[in-house]
């Protein structure tokens, strides 16, 4: 199998030469918490210098894009934009103002949700929402879980804004939204009636409307199967599973493998060795 994968990288270089956008996963594919993953600074500034365009495509509803954008010019000593960013929480916003949707009870971090205000009009509803929304929230109390719990049983439908059940930190895993909103299922029986972020392929396809790109234009790196990996595949864009964060390669199920538009990179230092 080694063999085949490594046969598959044959024709990477002028792959990733034709390539326009490069997009990153952040947690796990370009650092954990503020510590950067080996190799990941030099390759950044490799496709700064070569003129292409860098975004970081986060599932990580837990801070709103600015403060995203801040801990990567902090971890890599680089000058990013905002629009260098995009997030699940884009993702909420556009789902929402596109439903016309405004009373929501946000299982959400302060700051998340005022990002959220800044995309689409929403206020906070304790009793009557339309909807709960579900995210990464690291300032949840039990009270907010139970009283989502009894919201969702009187027949509101929430919304998951990432689909991650665990996010990496440099200390090791903590529960994220896709966790959060498992206590629910289990505790209400009922599922969500829909899952914004990775794996959606809408994310992606929100992301190149941004930048009027093509699915040609565009790689992708992310570490995590079940949302950037899966999100790739279905896509058809080039996707490189970086082996830098939660997957090892014995984890790898065969059919990703095999997947034509799908290569698989041990670390940035092999990354870089590619394209010399
Ligand atoms: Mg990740």
Redesign the pocket.
């Given at each position: 199998m080694r063999k085949f994968i490594q046969q598959k990288k044959k024709h990477l270089k002028d792959i990733l030469l034709r390539k326009y956008i490069f997009v990153f996963?952040?947690?796990?594919?370009l650092s954990y918490d503020f510590r950067p993953i080996p190799g990941a600074k030099d390759f950044l500034e490799y496709l700064i210098k070569n003129d292409k365009k860098v975004v970081i495509l986060t599932n990580n509803s837990s801070i709103p894009n600015g403060k995203h954008l801040e801990m990567i010019n902090k971890i890599f000593n680089l000058e990013f934009s905002i629009e260098n960013i995009y997030s699940s929480l884009d993702h909420l916003g556009y789902y929402l103002k596109k439903n016309n949707i405004s009373k929501v009870y946000p299982l959400l971090n302060k700051e998340s949700l005022n990002y959220l205000k800044t995309i689409h009009y929403v206020e906070e509803e304790y009793n009557n929402p339309e909807f709960v929304l579900v995210g990464f929230h690291t300032e949840g109390k039990y009270k907010d879980w139970a009283h989502a719990s009894l919201l969702i049983q009187k027949g509101i439908p929430y919304i998951i804004v990432n689909p991650d059940l665990r996010c990496?930190t440099d200390k090791g895993f903590i529960p994220d939204a896709g966790s959060i909103s498992k206590m629910l299922e289990l505790t209400t029986g009922i599922k969500a009636s829909h899952i914004c972020g990775k794996p959606n392929p809408e994310i992606l396809k929100l992301l190149l409307e941004k930048f009027g790109k093509s699915k040609d234009e565009i790689v992708y790196f992310?570490?995590?199967l079940y949302t950037?990996i899966e999100m790739g595949i279905k896509c058809g864009i080039t996707t490189i599973l970086m082996l830098t964060?939660?997957t090892k390669f014995e984890e790898v199920p065969e059919n990703i493998v095999k997947a034509q538009n799908l290569f698989i990179i041990e670390s940035y230092f092999e990354l870089m060795n590619i394209l010399k």
């Open positions: 996963d952040k947690d796990g594919t990496p992310g570490d995590r950037d964060g939660e």
